[in-house]
């Protein structure tokens, strides 16, 4: 089974609306991290957000918000006042406990800011 | 702080050569862990590396290896390549924690390997 699993392989957001990104995660660990990155057309893998299981608070930073619902699964990633920057992939990605520092990581989602 | 760097940043290489890249990880980081990105695969996870010991390892042919030096330096070397093995390399720089915690990852720039 996929650990991660992203089903929008491409997403289109009018510049300064708000965005979705979609993901689900599968592990029977209690102990585990949720991960965002963005990857812009140069190839860098930007770190952008991370939600701990046991954090009772969604995670911000600054315009990404994450969506942590547990009991779904789900780390779906909000991008408010979307920009032309944010043109980019993103992926979703998760670390568990009991496999040490292996990250796996989600097919990602390609986002385009229209003007 | 400076970032991850990887060297070089572009590669091209013919069947059967091999190949070595380097990355260096941000200072003061001891966990190293190598990725190829290709459109077809997305991103697979080749090793990882602690303290100059290989840690976890992904689901690659021995072709692919890798080493760290004692400054925290890595080296990931490609023997013989194939065709398939053109991909971005991303290397990418951890925090040393205690186990079970659970800190991000830092990327490289990556390097562009193409076989031809």
């Known amino acids: 089974a996929q650990k991660i699993t992203q089903t929008q392989p491409g997403m289109f957001v009018q510049e300064k609306e708000a965005v979705t990104l979609d993901c689900t995660y599968d592990?029977?660990?209690?102990?585990?991290?949720l991960f965002w990155y963005k990857q812009p057309s140069s190839g860098e893998m930007i770190f952008l957000i991370y939600?701990?299981?046991?954090?009772?608070q969604n995670a911000t930073e600054g315009r990404y918000s994450l969506n942590f619902q547990k009991a779904r699964k789900s780390a779906n990633l909000v991008i408010s006042a979307s920009q032309l920057g944010d043109s980019a992939m993103y992926f979703c990605?998760?670390?568990?406990?009991?496999?040490?520092?292996?990250?796996?990581f989600g097919t990602g989602t390609s986002l385009t800011v229209i003007p | 702080k400076a970032g991850v760097t990887q060297t070089p940043r572009y590669l091209i290489k013919t069947r059967g050569q091999q190949v070595t890249l380097s990355c260096s990880p941000i200072?003061?980081?001891?966990?190293v862990s190598w990725y190829q990105q290709t459109p077809g695969q997305g991103l697979q996870f080749l090793f990882e590396?602690?303290?100059?010991?290989?840690?976890n390892k992904g689901n690659f042919p021995g072709r692919f290896s890798g080493r760290q030096f004692s400054n925290s330096r890595s080296e990931m070397n490609v023997s013989t390549l194939e065709l398939g093995d053109s991909a971005l390399y991303l290397c990418?720089?951890?925090?040393?924690?205690?186990?079970?915690?659970?800190?991000?990852?830092?990327f490289g720039p990556g390097t562009r390997l193409t076989v031809t």
């Open positions: 990418a720089s951890s925090p040393s924690p205690p186990p079970g915690t659970l800190y991000e990852q830092y």
């Open positions: 592990t029977s660990d209690q102990s585990y991290g």
């Open positions: 939600q701990g299981s046991y954090d009772e």
């Open positions: 990605a998760m670390r568990e406990a009991s496999t040490g520092n292996q990250f796996y």
């Open positions: 200072s003061g980081h001891r966990s």
């Open positions: 590396y602690f303290s100059e010991t290989q840690r």
